[in-house]
T-cell receptor
C-alpha cells in the first residue's frame, strides 16, 4: 500500500474549520484514501473515505486533489471533542485489505 | 451502525501467565478480523490477520506461538498472549470491515499490563 505523509501536529480554535492535510504521492489507481481518528485510549474511529471525488458526511469532508497525490480532511466546526490523532491511510477497499497506520497528525482544538 | 465489541477492556496478569482477549462483531459477520498492538505514544502496528476457519496470517516479526489467534466463528476472534512478560504490556485492538466498500470498525481496545 502507498505511504502517506502528515504533519505531526496542528491546532485550531473551537468553532473554526480544521483542515488536515495528507500527502500520498505514490497512491495507485485503485487505492482509496481513508481517514480515521483515535481519541486517547480508545480504538480508532472511521471518519470518511474516497477514491477521487470529494466526499462529505455528517462528520467531515474529504477533498482529494485531481492528481490524487494529496488530500485534505475538513472538520467544518471543530469542537473540543475533536481533539485526537487523525490518521490518513491509503488502501484498497474490501474486507481483507489491511490498514497500515502511520504516525498521524495530532489535532488540538483550543477553547 | 456496525459494532465490534472487545473484551476485557483492561487486564492485569502476572508474568508467565496467559491472557485471552475476545473480539466480537455484534451485528455483522466477519470472515476476516485484524489485530493491532499500540505502545504508548506510538501508532497502531498490525500484528496479524485472523481468518475464519483457517490459520491466521502474522506480520513479520510477530511470534505466532506467543500470540495465538483463533477465529472459530464468523463473529468471534480471540487473541491469546501466552507466557506474558512485562514487555507484552500494550494496548491491543481488533477491527473488522462490515461492508465491502466501507470503512473498518474497531473495538475499544484492551489495555494489558503484565506485572
Amino acid at each position: 500500500d502507498a505511504k502517506t505523509t502528515q504533519p505531526p501536529s496542528m491546532d485550531c480554535a473551537e468553532g473554526r474549520a480544521a483542515n488536515l492535510p495528507c500527502n500520498h504521492s505514490t497512491i495507485s489507481g485503485n487505492e482509496y484514501v481513508y481517514w480515521y481518528r483515535q481519541i486517547h485510549s480508545q480504538g480508532p474511529q472511521y471518519i470518511i473515505h474516497g477514491l477521487k471525488n470529494n466526499e462529505t458526511n455528517e462528520m467531515a469532508s474529504l477533498i482529494i486533489t485531481e492528481d490524487r497525490k494529496s488530500s485534505t480532511l475538513i472538520l467544518p466546526h471543530a469542537t473540543l471533542r475533536d481533539t485526537a490523532v487523525y490518521y490518513c491511510i491509503v488502501s484498497h477497499t474490501g474486507a481483507n485489505s489491511k490498514l497500515t497506520f502511520g504516525k498521524g497528525i495530532t489535532l488540538s482544538v483550543r477553547p | 451502525g456496525a459494532v465490534v465489541s472487545q473484551h476485557p477492556s483492561r487486564v492485569i496478569c502476572k508474568s508467565g501467565t496467559s491472557v485471552k482477549i475476545e473480539c466480537r462483531s455484534l451485528d455483522f459477520q466477519a470472515t476476516t478480523m485484524f489485530w493491532y498492538r499500540q505502545f504508548p505514544k506510538q501508532s497502531l502496528m498490525l500484528m496479524a490477520t485472523s481468518n475464519e476457519g483457517s490459520k491466521a496470517t502474522y506480520e513479520q516479526g510477530v511470534e505466532k506461538d506467543k500470540f495465538l489467534i483463533n477465529h472459530a466463528s464468523l463473529t468471534l476472534s480471540t487473541l491469546t498472549v501466552t507466557s506474558a512478560h512485562p514487555e507484552d504490556s500494550s494496548f491491543y485492538i481488533c477491527s473488522a470491515n462490515p461492508r465491502e466498500m466501507g470503512g473498518y470498525t474497531f473495538g475499544s481496545g484492551t489495555r494489558l499490563t503484565v506485572v
